[in-house]
T-cell receptor, first 113, second 113 residues
Framework: AQSVAQPEDQVNVAEGNPLTVKCTYS??????LFWYVQYPNRGLQFLLKYITGDNLVKGSYGFEAEFNKSQTSFHLKKPSALVSDSALYFC???????????FGAGTQVVVTP | DSGVTQTPKHLITATGQRVTLRCSPRSGDLSVYWYQQSLDQGLQFLIQ???????AKGNILERFSAQQFPDLHSELNLSSLELGDSALYFC????????????FGPGTRLTVT
């Protein structure tokens, strides 16, 4: 079965500091991996995806993610966090060719001024 | 604004009742996905339709059903409601070119009393 895991329920970071949100995956074959963000009282928003190619993927709002096959990880990063980045972040893996996604449990990011 | 619309925004109903949630996908998207988000279960995939045909089923209860109409809007029907069905229900859509890149609506918050 294909799955992702987000080991941290919450990540706290000061504004201006680097932000990392961790995700590990378990898939057979080549993984299609995604990051989504959910702001309070909103639906999820697509941030970025890894399908193939460069291990460093750039996405929206200055976020990027690094795919590491040997460590089966797909961590989300931002060099300098903003207070407005405070939100719930979900890692996901696509489990079939029709786009069915398996989401992780989510990581709450809190950025303090 | 993702381009995906959902109605109603909030729904309060009693146990044993039946409700219908409605979703209109982004213009041009043929795929519609339904998800349930609750505190204890996280984000759960329910069902997917592509151009009117059911394509994938997830953890959807037998009391729940969905359909996609010729104009591509979709409805999720929840019947014999229980307290545990209280949750946020999201609809998402995607293009066939990038099925895992999904665009979520604002959600319907269902409260069963």
């Amino acid at each position: 079965a294909q799955s992702v895991a987000q080991p941290e329920d919450q990540v706290n970071v000061a504004e201006g500091n680097p932000l990392t949100v961790k995700c590990t995956y378990s898939v057979s074959g080549n993984p299609y991996l995604f990051w989504y963000v959910q702001y309070p009282n909103r639906g999820l928003q697509f941030l970025l995806k890894y399908i193939t190619g460069d291990n460093l993927v750039k996405g929206s709002y200055g976020f990027e993610a690094e795919f590491n096959k040997s460590q089966t990880s797909f961590h989300l990063k931002k060099p300098s966090a903003l207070v407005s980045d405070s939100a719930l972040y979900f890692c996901a893996v696509q489990t079939d060719s029709w786009g069915k996604l398996q989401f992780g449990a989510g990581t709450q990011v809190v950025v303090t001024p | 604004d993702s381009g995906v619309t959902q109605t109603p925004k909030h729904l309060i109903t009693a146990t044993g009742q039946r409700v219908t949630l409605r979703c209109s996908p982004r213009s041009g998207d043929l795929s519609v996905y339904w998800y349930q988000q609750s505190l204890d279960q996280g984000l759960q995939f329910l069902i997917q339709y592509y151009n009117g045909e059911e394509r994938a089923k997830g953890n959807i209860l037998e009391r729940f059903s969905a359909q996609q109409f010729p104009d591509l809007h979709s409805e999720l029907n929840l019947s014999s409601l229980e307290l545990g069905d209280s949750a946020l229900y999201f609809c998402a859509s995607s293009s066939s070119l990038a099925p895992g890149e999904q665009y979520f609506g604002p959600g319907t918050r269902l409260t069963v009393t």
